[in-house]
């Protein structure tokens, strides 16, 4: 993926993106341009089965994704205020997928995240101006089904 992406020059342009943080590693080998997200919760991670509740976006997890050179976190709705603000403190964006109801994407948006993952967006886009006019900034927005960007 890595030599196609070169090739045809849409590295900058591309998110490689996968809940295999093994393999994002081995990529990021290969190249140290590549916008990388770390897609979450994980089922397992470091050898143990998570329940649910600790599946939320936290300070492990943010070290971890930091510390492997990813800039993504891709989460599902396991997120809040404060996992946004540790994930911003370490350099990190937060996209959430998959974000269909206007008022989960309205508490997602007030909690800071920085792109939502949608299969209908136009449920959501109203929400998603609104907040974007309240904070008077523009994020990265939301992003089409699948792909993330920045």
């Not at 492997?68 to 946004?84: I, K, T």
């Not at 994407?105 to 949608?118: C, K």
Request: charged letters at 25%; one cysteine or more; aromatic letters at 8%.
């Amino acid at each position: 993926m890595n030599r196609t992406l070169s090739r045809l020059g849409a590295v900058p342009f591309s998110v490689v993106q996968s809940f295999d943080w093994g393999y994002l590693r081995r990529y990021r080998a290969l190249s140290s341009e590549q916008l990388l997200g770390a897609l979450g919760p994980p089922a397992v991670w470091r050898g143990s089965r998570l329940a649910v509740a600790q599946r939320l976006l936290n300070a492990r997890f943010l070290d971890d994704i930091r510390d492997s050179g990813f800039q993504l976190a891709v989460w599902n709705h396991q997120v809040d205020r404060v996992s946004v603000r540790e994930a911003h403190r370490r350099g990190l964006k937060v996209f959430v997928y998959t974000v269909n109801d206007p008022v989960e994407a309205r508490r997602l948006l007030q909690a800071g995240v920085d792109g939502l993952i949608s299969d209908n967006p136009c449920r959501i886009w109203r929400v998603m101006l609104a907040c974007v006019r309240a904070s008077g900034t523009a994020s990265s927005g939301a992003s089409r089904k699948g792909s993330a960007t920045r």
